[in-house]
């Protein structure tokens, strides 16, 4: 199935009932709803976030028999998020956007009546601003007893009494019915702080929890605290672990103390680990106190949890331990809610009864009580044709008794005033909450009511609900894949100030990107700010689309002109998305699950896309990318997953079709560097630039089509004509601003006129009046004021006539454009041949590769790090003395060259910097395994890939 929304499978609009309602029985056809419905929203940070990824609420709800409900955190979860950057938007400006994404995901689900939130864990352990009010930028943390800056207090009151209590109620303001529950957190798996004890350090946590739980406690009703201190240990038990030089604990090393399921002595085995969090007389003391008494702490703190219950090894917990949480939740707490009858939806009924309009009520389960005082009709003042419908009132409800999960309610818009024609719809109804609706065992509307809470099963009318649940995209399926990955992405774009997205009409994050790669490798700090990402002005969207369409239809073959087929296409895209599942962990199976894979589903999808264009400067920084895989962070983090580095060389990379390749090496893509898929002569940039307003269809089947092309603008147009202006310019697809002008003054578009602020102007039909010089003004907003600059395009002269005279004038136009382009490309080869030879000759004994610091015939990970950084630096020279770095090499341009050049630095022989290709063939070692001296073979550094290089001695 192809999903076409970018939230969730596709926004299903339900259809309105088109049947006519005869007398009170009717006829009324029941509408389904969507399957399954939401029921959770989940708000937070990264603990929140991994549920939402794991989906651990759809598997406890479908495992416990809630099948028909499932979870929702479209844009409310975001790793790394502090409690204040969800509510103070004087402090963190994108927290508006955060706000508005709960509030709209809770009104586009009317069903949603719990809310799941975990926040706080960040601000405490890892610090937080906008604390101290003379210092606000200062980061402030929870810091053991003792410490001479005690600001713990402070900082608690701040993230706790107001942050997270503003953002309760901020989530309580929305609906009357929702719950709010206050998730806890779990001990975790590190000592990061040496100055106290980690059953110190642990007990900080629960200090932040029971103020999660006071703050349940002052709101009343409708807010819960729920526990999860201690849950790790006694769903696996209790293990003691020996530790390394840096305190961290050895995982292998695990012995276990306390088998699973063992309940501490002094608490209840029914409610272990318990609900409620104590209330100590010093929260910050270990052993806790009450009344002068020692008192025991939930779970074990003074143990870590076991480190396989956790991603990381540190704070998250694994797939399976986020699932044990969200069931422990449903089956303590959430469950008990679900269970209570509720107001589905309320559907509009179109009828031709003038002055009476009617809806469909759905409940969750047959309810009786339903009669017209448990509606509530909200109405706009206003006056048609002599009705005044601020009196509107429900006038019938049917059936009118028994057990029944649909009713249709009658509201007349002016009760005892005849209706003249119709009138459009202008009310809506809510469902009142007396607790005269039960269900079949009693039950009321969202359970019983409180003194305090007299709306928990309130549901208040928003339009037709929809719902189709998020579902993992299938390899190949571009469209599918971007809609997945922007619902994923969308929380973390406020923190990266919108650089990138990957909605399909914004995504473009191919090309020179090269630079924040390598930032992000080296740890660099990022300015969000300054932070620019600029693509090659293709949107991802058309590109992948051409890509999908040639594998995917067997009736391209456009190999008469030279250009592409679908044998071609096909046989690319399937061994490179085998290849990348294969070096990004290997494709998920139950046997061999691939966390990766399985979260990000379609990051397979997107770079093989990429090696499968052919796009170089993409392909280069996949393949830099992929060596952050390596390391030992990524490791810990998805455990059991072995990454291979990726190599240009084991894929099928179609440039001459579908990407480009920098053929002057100028570190510049123009329009003519990119590739033909149609063999026509003009390249799918040149047609892209053109069809790209017509939307992607229209530009894969002009890249696909030999006989479609852009047309060259005339400067001569016959009046009714259309004519079509565009800057020639691959520009940043998102940022770049555009104005067209005529004689200098500024275009509007009308009905004839159209992208007068894009980069493409069409005018159709043309008139007399259109003659004269258009220029556009654009700019791609740079941050970099030296490049972003107001650029202006043109003149382009055009003139209208009544009638263009002769014929056959023009014929020939452009006859030969591009003939003879490319022509030549590759000859001289053999250039360099010869270059070097005789190099080593005679020296008796092979060369071990300079790259190989110990000689053993392989290239390590540090090793080819260490060549990347030579690339990166721009050059390298000799150590002043050769012992004084590992290799003999000093990073940068420097002026010393009296050492050998680095076997790496072979290209028109030694220039003192790595260039791209150099450090390819150095990656190409490393993937291989090894290499190994081979002068006979004539390669371009004498060395050749081995599986098991020898080193002669």
């Not at 556009?776 to 009544?802: F, H, L, R, S």
């Not at 003939?819 to 071990?848: F, H, K, T």
């Not at 990073?891 to 030694?910: E, I, K, L, M, Q």
Request: proline content about 6%.
């Amino acid at each position: 199935m192809t999903y076409k929304s970018l939230l969730f499978r596709c926004l299903v609009v339900l259809a309105v009932s088109g049947g006519m309602l005869t007398g009170a029985a009717g006829a009324l056809e029941v509408k389904v709803l969507p399957d399954p419905i939401p029921r959770i929203a989940i708000v937070g940070d990264s603990w929140g976030m991994f549920m939402w990824w794991f989906r651990s609420f759809k598997r406890a709800l479908n495992d416990l028999g809630y099948t028909r409900y499932t979870e929702v955190a479209n844009e409310s979860v975001v790793g790394g998020g502090k409690t204040f950057q969800f509510v103070n938007e004087e402090q963190f400006p994108a927290a508006a956007t955060i706000r508005a994404a709960i509030a709209q995901m809770l009104r586009d689900y009317p069903t949603i009546d719990v809310v799941v939130i975990s926040l706080g864990g960040n601000d405490g352990l890892y610090g937080t601003e906008y604390v101290l009010p003379d210092d606000p930028l200062r980061e402030i943390r929870l810091q053991c007893p003792g410490h001479p800056e005690d600001y713990n207090q402070i900082l608690l009151d701040k993230i706790m009494n107001q942050d997270l209590a503003n953002v309760v109620d901020y989530i309580l303001d929305i609906r009357p019915d929702i719950r709010v529950v206050l998730s806890s957190y779990d001990y975790g798996g590190s000592a990061k702080r040496r100055e106290c004890s980690l059953e110190i350090q642990q007990a900080g946590l629960l200090v932040m929890d029971i103020y999660k739980q006071r703050i349940a406690e002052q709101k009343g009703d409708r807010v819960f605290f729920f526990n999860s201190t201690g849950l790790m240990q006694y769903t696996y038990g209790v293990y003691e672990y020996e530790h390394d030089e840096d305190n961290k604990p050895i995982p292998e090393t695990g012995v276990l103390v306390y088998p699973p399921g063992y309940v501490k002595p002094g608490f209840d085995p029914d409610d272990y680990p318990p609900i409620a969090l104590l209330e100590p007389d010093d929260i910050w003391a270990v052993p806790w106190t009450y009344n002068g008494e020692p008192m025991v702490l939930p779970g074990f703190p003074e143990h870590y949890s076991p480190l396989f219950s956790m991603i990381d090894q540190d704070m998250h917990l694994s797939e399976e331990g986020y699932y044990v949480m969200a069931r422990r939740m449903v089956e303590r707490m959430i469950g008990e809610w679900l269970d209570y009858p509720k107001a589905f939806e309320i559907l509009p009924i179109e009828t031709a009864k003038g002055a009476q309009y009617q809806f469909q009520v759905t409940f969750s389960e047959p309810v009786t009580g339903v009669d017209a005082s448990d509606f509530e009709v909200a109405t706009a003042i206003l006056s048609k044709n002599g009705i005044d419908i601020s009196n509107a009132a429900v006038v019938d409800v049917q059936p009118s008794e028994g057990l029944h999960e649909v009713y249709v309610v009658t509201v007349d818009l002016n009760p005892g005033v005849k209706a003249q024609g119709v009138v459009e719809e202008v009310v809506h109804i809510h469902v009142l909450d007396d607790d005269t609706i039960v269900d079949e065992q009693g039950t009321p509307l969202g359970g019983p009511n409180t003194l305090e809470w007299t709306e928990n099963g309130k549901f208040t009318y928003y339009g037709p609900f929809a719902f189709a649940d998020l579902e993992k995209p299938e390899p190949g399926d571009f469209e599918a894949v971007m809609h997945y990955f922007n619902i994923l992405t969308k929380p973390y774009l406020a923190f990266i100030n919108y650089a990138v997205s990957f909605a399909a009409d914004q995504l473009d994050i191919n090309g020179d990107i090269g630079k924040l790669v390598q930032a992000l490798l080296n740890d660099d700090d990022i300015d969000v700010e300054k932070l620019y990402i600029k693509g090659n002005g293709m949107l991802e969207s058309y590109e992948f689309g051409l890509v999908e369409r040639c594998f995917r239809d067997p009736s391209i073959d456009l190999s008469e002109y030279g250009g592409v087929t679908h044998q071609i296409a096909a046989e690319a895209w399937a061994h490179n998305i085998a290849q990348m599942q294969y070096d990004l962990g290997g494709a998920p199976t139950p046997e061999h699950p691939n966390m990766l894979l399985d979260v990000f589903s379609g990051v397979d999808t997107i770079f093989a896309g990429y090696m499968t264009m052919g796009e170089w400067q993409s392909v280069l920084t996949i393949a830099f990318a992929s060596v952050a895989l390596q390391l030992e962070e990524v490791g810990q983090f998805l455990p059991g997953i072995e990454f291979q580095l990726v190599h240009p060389d084991n894929y099928i990379l179609l440039t001459p079709y579908f990407g480009a390749f920098d053929a002057n090496e100028d570190e510049i893509l123009t329009i003519d560097e990119y590739g033909d898929a149609d063999g026509d002569g003009f390249t799918n940039a040149e047609e892209y630039l053109y069809f790209e307003c017509d939307g992607k269809e229209a530009f894969i089947n002009a890249a696909l089509d030999y006989h479609v092309r852009p047309q060259p603008i005339r400067p001569l147009h016959e009046v009714g004509e259309a004519v079509r202006i565009y800057v020639p310019e691959l520009l940043h697809v998102t940022k770049t601003t555009y104005q067209w002008y005529k004689d200098g003054v500024p275009i509007e578009d009308d009905l004839r006129i159209s992208g007068a602020n894009n980069r493409t102007l069409n005018i159709s039909p043309l008139e007399l009046a259109d003659t004269g010089d258009y220029t556009c003004v654009y700019n791609e907003n740079e941050p970099d004021p030296a490049k972003g600059q107001d650029v202006t395009y043109g003149p382009v002269t055009i003139t209208v006539v009544e009638e263009i005279p002769g014929e056959g004038e023009g014929e020939g136009e452009g006859e030969g454009e591009g003939e003879g382009e490319g022509e030549g490309e590759g000859d001289g080869e053999g250039e360099g041949e010869g270059e070097g030879e005789g190099e080593g000759e005679g020296e008796g004994e092979p060369s071990v590769h300079s790259a190989d610091q110990n000689a053993d015939g392989k290239i390590a990970l540090a090793e080819l790090l260490r060549v990347i950084q030579f690339y990166n630096s721009g050059g390298f020279h000799c150590a002043a003395h050769p012992e004084d770095t590992e290799d003999g090499y000093v990073p940068g341009v420097g002026a010393n060259h009296a050492c050998t050049p680095h076997a790496s630095d072979y290209n028109g022989g030694p220039d003192w910097r790595i260039g791209l290709t150099e450090l390819l063939r150095i990656i190409q070692f490393y993937n291989i395994g090894g290499y190994g001296w081979c002068p006979e073979e004539g390669t371009e550094d004498g060395f050749c890939p081995m599986y098991r290089a020898k080193v002669l001695c």
